[in-house]
């Protein structure tokens, strides 16, 4: 999730008095290698102005509270645009519907956008917060998508992100939806997902827990976690996090570690399922290296 900071190389115009200053400061501080635990990022500004939260209006319409009929389960959707199909965002674990709120305010130029917190996840409220489970996951896209269409749903793109990008995998697989009209997936195949899985607890770990404002847990997620985009961090990151009165700081609104046992569900069969999905469908990766490789089946069938 983290990338590695680099040191900077000499420029070769530097005279040798310039190269001879800067190995002096190598020995004092040395160059970080690049596999190595990866350092905090630099900052660019000294004041935690650039990391005030931005208001999710800039990017959504409107925000609604989505009812689930004989339940006590309310979920929480972002809306932006007013013509044409639903681009229907489900976001990955510890995040929130709010991490497309930057997508949303160019889709929608072209397209409804809809970005739901998921079950456990930023201002959703529902009895098992924990049930992290993939069918539960599914059945409560489904529960969402009947509360605000009924049973004529528009044309619906689901669009999905990691933890998002399985459930929208398993939702598009069981052929349940006859309006659905494509499938995204990013950054999220099987066989890299899987064998993540076994440093999972570890990272979570690694992860600041406790932050004294929004503003450095906005400032940590970018210089130390995993986004790079300043202005997504100060509109997603608040969703993310709830203040916790007995630590007088601001903690993670997610507990991921207690979700373990639901974790190789959202992965398993993923490639199969994907590729078995009888729609248009898309698959956004960081490059080729993260692609599945089946040696029974031809190269173009990898997800």
Not at 138 to 150: E, Q, S, T
Not at 225 to 238: C, E, F, K, Q, T
Not at 257 to 286: H, M, N, V
Request: aromatic fraction near 8%; charge should be negative.
């Amino acid at each position: 999730m983290e990338s590695s900071n680099l040191t900077s190389l000499p420029e070769e115009t530097l005279d040798v008095e310039d190269e001879q200053q800067q190995q002096q400061e190598n020995l004092k501080n040395p160059p970080v290698p690049a596999f190595s635990s990866v350092p905090t990022r630099p900052p660019t500004k000294s004041s935690l102005k650039k990391y005030v939260p931005l208001e999710w209006t800039e990017f959504f319409d409107k925000e609604e509270d989505v009812c689930i009929p004989d339940s006590d389960d309310v979920f929480h959707v972002y809306m932006a645009g007013t013509e044409g199909p639903v681009v229907f965002c489900l976001h990955g674990g510890g995040y929130s519907g709010l991490s497309f709120a930057l997508s949303s305010s160019k889709i929608k130029e072209k397209a409804r956008v809809v970005a739901m917190d998921l079950r456990g996840h930023g201002k959703t409220s529902t009895e098992n917060e924990l049930d992290l489970s993939v069918e539960t996951l599914c059945n409560d896209v489904f529960a969402v998508l009947k509360a605000m269409y009924g049973d004529s749903p528009p044309a619906i793109v689901l669009v999905g992100h990691s933890m998002g990008g399985s459930v929208a995998v398993h939702v598009a697989a069981k052929k349940a939806l006859p309006s659905l009209a494509g499938l995204v997936v990013v950054d999220v195949v099987e066989g890299t997902a899987m064998a993540s899985l076994a440093h999972m607890q570890k990272l979570l770990s690694s992860r600041m827990q406790h932050f004294s404002s929004m503003e450095k847990a906005i400032e940590w997620s970018v210089r130390g976690g995993s986004l790079r985009n300043i202005d997504s961090a100060r509109v997603s990151v608040p969703t993310t996090l709830k203040y916790d009165d007995s630590k007088k700081c601001y903690v993670y609104r997610t507990c991921l570690e207690e979700t373990e046992q639901y974790w190789r569900g959202w992965y398993e069969g993923l490639s199969d399922k994907f590729l078995s999905c009888p729609i248009p469908k898309l698959l956004l990766l960081a490059g080729t290296d993260r692609l599945d490789r089946f040696n029974s089946k031809p190269a173009s069938n990898s997800l």
